[in-house]
């Protein structure tokens, strides 16, 4: 299993990936904190390469083919692409990042690469029954990826320190 991106989404993905069974998750991260939660969810391998060196790397990791599963968590061009070149033919790739635009698909390469794509907005509230049990008795810390708490007053500075990579993801306090 192979997770691209590093945010709270793609961090929670590695958490979903050892919960499952996956018995290797490489997170491709370049940011040291990040890597550390990514770690402590259960990443077997971080690879901070991109392009075609990400592709290389990923590949040298699963027996020179790719992976046979990867999360695309971004939602980007770059990130999608990133993601389908680094499935092995006849892969699935899970797109769970939410699209910013221009992310449009390789047809002809997944075709001949008999690559699949799927995804889409998570049903949330199906799993609660499931994993608040596992949350509450302090199996699964999906917490982890909030590392800045403001007040709900400083919404645009939340906003700000994510995209500057200061923060994870910001819990709001009223």
């Not at 997770?3 to 996956?22: T, Y």
């Not at 907005?121 to 699964?140: C, H, K, M």
Request: contains cysteine; proline residues 5%.
């Amino acid at each position: 299993m192979v997770v691209v991106g590093d945010g709270a989404v793609g961090l929670c993905a590695v958490l979903a990936s050892r919960r499952l069974g996956a018995s290797r998750v490489v997170a491709m991260s370049r940011h040291a904190d990040r890597q550390a939660i990514a770690r402590e969810f259960g990443a077997t391998d971080i690879v901070e390469e991109r392009g075609d060196a990400g592709v290389a790397r990923i590949k040298e990791l699963f027996d020179g083919i790719g992976a046979d599963c990867v999360l695309e968590c971004v939602g980007t061009k770059e990130s999608m692409d990133q993601a389908i070149r680094s499935a092995r033919p006849g892969g699935m790739v899970g797109y769970v990042g939410s699209p910013n635009g221009g992310s449009e698909l390789p047809v002809r390469p997944m075709f001949n690469r008999n690559v699949g794509v799927n995804g889409g907005v998570a049903p949330v509230r199906n799993y609660i029954e499931e994993l608040l049990p596992e949350v509450w008795a302090g199996d699964l810390n999906p917490g982890r990826v909030f590392d800045l708490e403001l007040p709900m007053a400083d919404v645009a500075s939340a906003y700000a320190a994510m995209d500057e990579r200061r923060a994870t993801k910001v819990l709001l306090r009223p």
